[in-house]
């Protein structure tokens, strides 16, 4: 079995594994973060996005070993010294969520475009969230707590406009 | 802050965040698929590639030897270790007279397979990836028969037939109401308006697939159940039955649901599989469906074709209602399949009209697809549907404003409370008070200058209302509550009935927080336990105002109790005692205990009350929707431009999740209305949409501007609390509402009446040929 070096959420991981093994099932299996979750088999439904450095990736469709070096941050890695991240505040405050399947998911690819682009338009939201399903939500309220998160995150990075 | 504070913060009517949230967002969820046990296998399903086929042979010999393999189980296994189908109990009669019929619905098929992907066999093994080679390997050899999927061609001479109880493939059939009546007023009527209509089948599809983990516990020998369920006792009770187990023996067990929307409520076949493979094999044993299984074999949802036809009087006041329904029930016939289309859906059709004389006729068919169940609204979509076209029809017929129309055959409220054509009592509702206020927050007079803007532009503009009501409660209006009050400092309410994303957690808390004066940390609700509570679970928008109501009666229940209690421990006359948050006192003195220090004062370090409540009736929740949508000529397709909608739910005691069920269920109508179709090819029987890929679900751009508004001043009278049931009305609503808009602007484009002819999903496709005046063959052809 080849051996894979990665990070995730900062923790330095160090194993063998089946080469066919999907990061997802790594996540999920062997590392016990059941937060990111498996919603579809066809890489449509987003549920199981993660980060790879600062790029959302649908980790049902990549291989654990496409990970390997890099760093991967799953919804656990959001939280920081117990302190939620202003995404998981937001979509808190914003009812975001309904049943929080979809959720770490949505938020994931939401880190992923806030990385890339601190203060993106709605449309670009929206265009970001595309690759992501919410049965429950209607979408509404997680635009918005994705619109509510980049104004608190810009702030404090003191860009606010 | 003071208790006083928080219980004015965090009680009903406020606005709170959900307890159940951080959890949620932190995935530290505990979802089914999030359990592992030691010793775990796995298990996959081997289906049919068949829609219809005699199985000749299941050879899973190769199967069994490969390594890893721990079991591979077959229908003919089944029968012979005595498993029964799943027992079902249709209360309504074939046509001929004869008992309600269908082919036995078992854990595994057996001798048959009637849809494609029905389980043949089980294989269980000690990873998923060996089950799933391994179900490879076994060999079934298959007779192909013809194959039926709609319910118009099952029920032509010659089809195939799914079983021989129904060589007509009719599972049973209904009519209401006053034929002869109906046929005298639809004779003297001044205008008769009739619609055709195929309320599409939908995969109800939340995004957490099934899941089922069973366990025989060391310690007890009983049976363990974790799944993913809107229903636990009914998941315990089909187990039991099937397997031949008593109630005791089995725990089902259900932490959260990723969405439910009534395609998990009760078990599956499959589910029972899993539970034997268990009991048989001493091993935990998991199968987590992947997506295409539940497009495969989760039940499905609407599916009915219908003629609708309205007589009115040269006013427009609707003389009578004729209803002709053929409802495509899958390859079983289940209760819930049935009744849905058959009783459910008849209770509503008349809707906030008054309309006396009604003739329905309904007929379950049985087909080569999945089995039909629960989908959100479940029969009060497709029959308000099916009369809110009808409405329009009318309108348009009679050249009259289709609110005007409408607001001629309301019921008024001093006709409260209303009997309806089915024998329905509506306890309240204002009617022509929440089309106003529609009328006003949607801008009605102001559209013929959006139209005018819109066409300036070359896009056709439409708008569409419905006026409708619906029934909630599942027709199980008794709920029970225990309380437990823990020395820690924690309230623990116990129901039976079962969150799954709702949020029905926050609001049962703040109910207790209104009765406690505690903070809302204080409280923990806990469901999905049947060895702690037994009950209906959560169907049919009923937790609220029945669970809701046990919530209060049985907290106050605890405090009554406490007050004795306290009185023992302060040497006091219970009389004397005043309760006020969190703290017992002695009227007019310093003298008092604390509530959860009494609670440690007991023996059995507790305070405990049960309390249970029954509504009197169903809730009645009813509202105005009005959607506005754009059209592009060119391509035909629907842009939803505008959204406005008045509810009246009763009493809300949770603001920002009952907005969310509107919206959000909004958006599932909405869904319907314009993308969402499960196919299946007409002559193979194949499913065609059996991905993300196939199946178009709403995504994030389809719409967000919704105007969504509530009137709480008529508080429904049958339950303690005043509250109507939420969680479908968006959905009963948006699906009407979205076809009308469209309807109105291909009806203005030229298209008149025709544009009636249109069916659902109206997709650019559909929507361009209509312009191109191609309508596709009737429903009914």
């Given amino acids: 079995m080849p051996s894979l070096h990665l990070h995730v959420n900062g923790r330095t991981i160090e194993t063998d594994i089946e080469p066919q093994t999907l990061l997802v099932d790594l996540l999920r299996g062997p590392l016990a973060l059941t937060g990111t979750h498996v919603g579809c088999d066809t890489a449509q439904c987003g549920c199981c996005t993660v980060l790879l450095d600062k790029e959302s990736v649908k980790s049902c469709s990549i291989l654990a070993l496409q990970a390997q070096g890099r760093s991967v941050t799953t919804v656990e890695g959001l939280s920081r010294d117990g302190k939620l991240h202003p995404l998981q505040e937001a979509f808190i405050e914003c009812h975001g969520l309904q049943c929080g399947f979809c959720t770490p998911g949505m938020m994931m690819a939401a880190a992923g475009l806030l990385a890339r682009n601190p203060r993106p338009t709605e449309a670009e939201i929206v265009d970001a969230l595309e690759g992501n399903l919410c049965r429950c939500t209607g979408y509404v309220n997680i635009v918005a707590a994705v619109q509510q998160a980049a104004r608190k995150m810009a702030g404090a990075q003191g860009v606010e406009k | ?3 006083a504070v928080q219980a004015s913060r965090f009680g009903s009517g406020q606005t709170v965040r959900r307890i159940e949230d951080p959890a949620l967002v932190a995935g530290q969820g505990r979802f089914t698929d999030d359990l592992s046990r030691p010793g775990q296998a796995h298990l996959v399903f081997l289906r049919s590639p068949y829609a219809h086929a005699r199985i000749v042979s299941v050879d899973a010999g190769a199967a069994r030897e490969m390594p890893g393999v721990l079991a591979v189980i077959t229908g003919a296994d089944l029968v012979q270790a005595g498993v029964k189908p799943i027992a079902v109990s249709i209360p309504f009669p074939r046509p001929d007279g004869t008992p309600a019929a269908t082919a036995p619905r078992r854990a595994l098929a057996h001798e048959a397979v009637r849809f494609v992907g029905e389980a043949v066999a089980a294989v269980i093994a000690e990873s998923r990836e060996i089950a799933t080679n391994a179900a490879e390997a076994v060999m079934v050899e298959y007779d192909e028969l013809p194959a039926v999927v709609d319910a118009i061609r099952a029920t032509a001479p010659g089809a195939t037939a799914l079983c021989p109880q129904a060589p007509d493939n009719i599972a049973a059939e209904m009519r209401h109401g006053d034929a002869k009546a109906t046929a005298e007023a639809f004779a003297r009527a001044a205008h008769v308006v009739s619609v055709e209509i195929h309320n599409q089948r939908l995969a109800p599809s939340p995004m957490e697939p099934r899941v089922v983990l069973a366990e025989v516990e060391a310690s007890s020998g009983r049976l363990l159940v974790h799944i993913s369920n809107q229903m636990p006792t009914a998941v315990r009770a089909t187990i039991c039955e099937t397997l031949g187990l008593a109630d005791e023996n089995v725990r089902v067990l259900v932490g959260d649901v990723g969405g439910g929307f009534g395609m998990k409520g009760g078990a599956h076949p499959e589910d029972i599989a899993v539970a034997y493979a268990a009991l048989t094999l001493k091993r935990p044993v998991k199968w987590c469906a992947q997506r295409i299984e539940e497009f495969l074999s989760a039940s499905h949802g609407r599916d009915l074709t219908s003629r609708g036809e309205l007589a009115l009087d040269a006013n427009g006041k609707v003389l009578a209602l004729r209803v002709r329904s053929l409802a495509n029930v899958g390859a079983y016939a289940t209760a819930t399949g049935v009744v849905i289309p058959l009783l459910v859906g008849p209770w509503v059709t008349t809707s906030v009209y008054d309309i006396a004389t009604i003739d329905l006729h309904l007929t379950a068919v049985m087909s080569n697809t999945s089995t039909v169940g629960a989908y959100r609204g479940a029969g009060r979509p497709e029959a308000i549907y099916i009369t809110e076209r009808l409405m329009d029809a009318a309108a348009r017929e009679l050249k009259l404003d289709p609110a005007e129309l409408r607001r001629r055959n309301l019921v008024r409220p001093e006709q409260m409370p209303y009997t309806n054509a089915m024998a329905q009592t509506y306890d309240s509702g204002q009617f022509e008070r929440m089309l106003d206020q529609g009328l006003a927050l949607s801008d009605w007079n102001g559209f013929a200058a959006r139209r005018a803007a819109s066409e ?32 820690e400092g924690i309230i623990e309410l116990t129901s039976a009935t079962q969150a799954m994303g709702q949020g029905i957690a926050t609001s049962y808390a703040q109910l207790a927080v209104d009765v406690f004066g505690v903070p809302s940390e204080s409280i923990r609700v806990l469901q999905g336990d049947t060895d702690r509570a037994n009950g209906f679970g959560s169907a049919g928008s009923r937790s609220l105002f029945t669970g809701g109501s046990a919530v209060q009666v049985a907290s106050e229940r605890t405090v009554e109790h406490a007050k004795e209690l306290a009185a023992e421990a302060l040497e006091a006359s219970a009389a004397d005692i005043e309760y006020r948050e969190g ?80 919206e959000g269920g909004a958006m599932q109508g909405i ?54 049931g939420v969680g479908e009305l968006g959905t009963i609503g948006a699906t009407p509402t979205v076809v009308s808009a469209v309807v109105d602007a291909l009806a203005s484009a030229g298209l008149g009446r025709d544009a009636e002819r249109v069916q659902m999903p109206l997709t650019a496709q559909t929507v361009w040929r209509a312009l191109q005046r191609d309508f596709g063959p009737s429903p009914f052809a």
């Avoid at chain 2, 503009?461 to 020395?487: C, D, Y």
């Avoid at chain 2, 405990?608 to 409540?613: E, H, K, L, N, P």
Wanted: charged content about 20%.
């Fill in chain 2, 671 to 724: 869904g319907q209305a314009l993308c969402e179709r499960v196919v299946y090819d007409p002559e193979s029987g194949q499913a065609l949409t059996a991905t993300f890929m196939d199946y178009a679900m709403p995504r994030a751009d389809m719409f967000r501007a919704f105007k969504t508004q509530f009137d709480t001043s008529v508080p429904c009278l049958t339950n303690a609390l005043g509250v109507k």
């Fill in chain 2, 583 to 662: 703290r017992f006192r002695v009227v007019g003195t310093d003298v008092g205990i604390g509530l959860f220090e009494l609670a440690g004062k007991q023996a059995d370090a507790r305070i405990r009350a049960d309390g249970s409540s029954t509504a009197g009736g169903p809730s009645w929740p009813n509202a105005c929707h009005v959607c506005e949508v754009e059209i592009d000529p060119a391509t035909g397709a629907v842009e939803i431009v505008a959204y406005a909608s008045v509810n009246d739910i009763g009493r809300v005691v949770s603001p920002v999740i009952v907005r969310g069920q509107i």
């Fill in chain 2, 1 to 3: 802050m003071s208790a």
């Fill in chain 2, 456 to 487: 300036q532009r070359g896009m056709l503009r439409g708008r569409g209302i419905s006026t409708f009501l619906e029934w909630t409660g599942g027709n199980a209006l008794t709920e029970q509550v225990t309380v437990n009050v823990l020395p």
